[in-house]
């Protein structure tokens, strides 16, 4: 999925069309939870921008990650770094961000942050 879909900051594009849609957004939550918590058991923090599709795409990241075992813990609109500091303070076991940043309001993207609050290494999308 990795070079497929990310870019340079995550996942971006048309909401609904491939790569940005609720399938995506459940199966990379699904992704990531095996990855960084194999377990279950954890909070993962999930925050959003504005834009109006945000909600749909968090709710798929939240059955992906229920679904897991994990608890997601919906922080609402939120800057990008706030999402990236409390995982890490919180000792999350992962984040994820809802936005497409500066790209057109009919655009959404997934940004993932590591337990560390860092954006995910090249080798961890592969």
């Not at 971006?12 to 940005?20: A, D, E, F, I, S």
């Not at 999930?46 to 939240?62: F, K, L, P, Q, Y």
């Amino acid at each position: 999925m990795a070079r497929q879909f990310f870019g340079t900051d995550g996942i971006r594009g048309r909401v609904n069309q491939k790569p940005m849609t609720v399938e995506t957004a459940l199966r990379l939550s699904i992704a990531a939870a095996r990855t960084f918590s194999p377990d279950g058991g954890r909070d993962v923090i999930i925050g959003r921008d504005t834009r109006r599709s945000g909600e749909m795409i968090e709710a798929a990241i939240v059955a992906g990650l229920s679904s897991m075992g994990l608890t997601p813990v919906c922080v609402g609109v939120v800057p990008t770094p706030a999402v990236a500091l409390l995982t890490r303070e919180t000792g999350a076991a992962f984040g994820v961000m809802v936005t497409a940043s500066h790209n057109k309001f009919q655009d959404n993207g997934l940004k993932l942050f590591s337990p560390e609050g860092v954006k995910f290494t090249d080798e961890i999308e592969e």
